[in-house]
């Protein structure tokens, strides 16, 4: 594509816009200058960048030298990157000089200085004395260096999830693995070729990436880069540029309907937006269909490990689908066990759900992390509980590790949380099991309120019962919090919630 339309726009990135020719030149220099620093193929580099268009060209260089590429995300700080650079062994490391108010440049010179070897830091946007800079290594690079046979199957990707019971776990991709990820979504969503895609998700997480530098690069889409979210910003964006796309987590969707509906903006040629992440509660799809009359609005699911489980809906004649499920059975192939088992459930039953497919990843990191993640055929377990809708669409219901036993009996949280997201006082909501001596565990809701709105138990118990949940589905605790904590990958850390609860409870008892 570089040679044949080198004028060609693929990143937006405020008012740079990156063509084609000149990435695919400075990302062959930037390899070549890689290369001459002594990093040979399946060497790690990693990245540590907000959405600049700078991680366009380091992704393409990575590539061109048989590079792993590590993205971190930028609001990791001395614990996360010391143990992601050291189990990565990362030779080197891109940063910003600063970025809201956190030196990178101190503090990564801090980790880097435990670490044997330590990597050596590349500043972007930014200079310093002794330290290399992005544009130092661009322009001194040969853009004729010949790039090194590299195999499909190498590894090329190393992505780390966020651990809530143990260190963060590195998710190995493949050059293949990540061609498939573009090649699954010009299948399900393609055209992509001059579609301008709005880019609010961190590009260091696999969506972001996803969108900002797969799909432009290998299908002709346009990635519109946003640094820092903002909902008016993010509306103009969409207008100037004739943005078409954007799959975010819920809070942006959140803030564009929001933004829609104080300005009467309908987006007439808009054609997907898509949510995934933390549980996206049925009602913010419907209000999407509602608000803008011309798009496909879909729930997504997919995780670090294998990014596109499912492929949503296409059509808006299946909204219902789109909205009340988590989409459909397409590219992957889904099974559903017994959690912990490789037996199938029945058809309509809930159970553990196992993934495969062509972008699953090669493994962990780890060998200890991979041990007890697959089936003995194969299958990746994702932990996540699920069942078949109508035949070819997946609903999550939970996490297995967060199933609620009250009196003997499993309670899926997720049920319950889409049920309080319809309440018109709710902007959010988590629930967790808490310990009861009675019951065992207890059900107790964090709820975020909307401005200016408040919420009784009482109320709670009504709209439940209205809604048609089994009265044991009921919250017997209701927790109020400003936010719900999340992981970078855009999911509520239950963990936090479950030690909130606890702290809670013990001042509760002693007062």
């Not at 990135?13 to 063509?19: N, S, T």
């Not at 200058?33 to 990693?46: M, Q, Y």
């Not at 268009?53 to 380091?58: L, T």
């Not at 975020?448 to 439940?464: C, D, G, T």
């Amino acid at each position: 594509m570089a040679a044949e339309e080198p004028d060609r726009i693929v990143l937006i990135d405020g008012e740079v816009e990156l063509r084609i020719g000149p990435l695919t030149t400075m990302a062959a220099r930037l390899a070549g200058a890689l290369l001459d620093r002594g990093l040979k193929p399946g060497d790690v580099i990693s990245v540590q960048l907000p959405n600049w268009w700078e991680g366009g060209v380091i992704t393409l260089a990575a590539a061109m030298a048989g590079l792993v590429l590590n993205p971190i995300v930028p609001i990791y700080r001395q614990a996360e990157l010391r143990h992601i650079l050291a189990d990565s062994r990362s030779r080197l490391i891109f940063i910003p000089s600063t970025f809201r108010r956190v030196d990178y440049a101190a503090m990564l010179g801090e980790v880097a200085a435990a670490l044997d070897p330590p990597p050596e830091l590349v500043l972007v946007r930014g200079e310093q004395a002794g330290l290399a800079t992005f544009a130092d290594l661009v322009a001194a690079g040969d853009p004729a260096t010949p790039p090194p046979a590299v195999a499909a199957d190498a590894p090329a990707l190393l992505l780390y999830t966020s651990g809530t019971t143990g260190p963060a776990k590195g998710v190995v991709h493949s050059h293949e693995t990540v061609g498939v990820m573009a090649s699954d979504q010009e299948a399900q969503w393609g055209p992509w070729r001059d579609v301008a895609i709005l880019v609010p998700s961190p590009v260091t997480h696999i969506t972001g990436a996803l969108q900002a530098f797969f799909q432009p690069l290998a299908l002709g889409a346009r990635a519109v880069l946003m640094e820092s979210w903002d909902p008016v910003a993010a509306m103009a964006l969409i207008n100037r540029h004739d943005c078409r796309s954007i799959c975010a987590a819920p809070p942006f969707i959140a803030g564009l309907l929001d933004e829609a509906a104080r300005t009467g903006e309908t987006l007439p040629r808009f054609r997907l937006m898509g949510s995934g992440g933390a549980g996206v509660a049925p009602s913010l799809i419907d209000q999407c269909y509602e608000r803008f009359p011309s798009l496909v609005a879909t729930r997504l699911y997919g995780c670090t490990e294998v990014p596109s489980i499912t492929s949503g809906v296409r059509s808006r004649a299946d909204r219902r689908h789109g909205a009340e499920t988590d989409g459909m059975i397409e590219l992957t192939a889904v099974r559903l066990v017994a959690p912990g088992t490789e037996t199938e459930v029945a058809q309509g039953e809930e159970g553990e759900v196992i993934a495969r497919g062509a972008q699953m990843m090669l493994r962990y990191l780890r060998d200890e992390d991979n041990v007890g993640a697959f089936t003995s055929d194969g299958w990746f377990r994702t932990g996540d509980l699920g069942r078949v809708v109508d035949g070819r669409y997946l609903l999550i219901t939970g996490r297995a590790k967060d199933l609620i036993i009250r009196k003997g009996e499993n309670l899926s949280p997720k049920e319950i949380e889409d049920a309080l997201h319809s309440h018109p006082a709710v902007a959010a909501a988590a629930v967790i099991g808490v310990p009861d001596p009675e019951r065992g565990e207890a059900v107790c809701a964090f709820v975020v309120l909307k401005p200016a709105q408040s919420l009784e138990m009482p109320e709670v118990r009504s709209f439940i019962a209205k809604v048609g949940l089994a009265p044991q589905k009921t919250p017997e605790r209701l927790e109020f919090v400003d936010e719900l904590p999340m992981s970078p990958q855009g999911k509520v850390r239950k963990d936090l919630l479950k030690a909130l609860a606890k702290e809670r409870l013990a001042a509760a008892e002693a007062g």
